[in-house]
């Protein structure tokens, strides 16, 4: 298993226009979550982000970016890998 670094940056500035922001531009941490409201496994992690805002507290900046197409994308995708491998399967290759 390869470890990835984090590039330390975001694709591009937090913006009030394009994001959903809780709390103050002056935290000293900001977290980004990349999302999409239709899938199941963003909404399970709100939980887990929420506690870590209650932890935080106005020490830490809130963002969301909602991925339309590419969160969508992915999601169909990894809702038709079970078909595909099922297919695959029942045609006696192996992947």
Not at 18 to 46: F, K, M, P, Q
Not at 74 to 87: C, T, V, Y
Request: proline share 4%; glycine share 8%; charged share 25%.
């Amino acid at each position: 298993m390869t470890h990835l670094e984090p590039p330390g940056r975001l694709d591009r500035p937090v913006d009030g226009r394009l994001d959903h922001i809780l709390g103050d531009a002056s935290a000293e941490i900001t977290l980004v979550e990349y999302g999409s409201y239709v899938c199941s496994h963003c909404r399970a992690a709100n939980e887990e982000i929420a506690r870590v805002r209650s932890h935080l507290g106005d020490r830490l900046r809130y963002v969301f970016r909602h991925l339309r197409y590419q969160a969508a994308r992915l999601h169909g995708e990894l809702q038709n890998w079970p078909r595909a491998l099922i297919a695959t399967r029942n045609s006696g290759k192996s992947t």
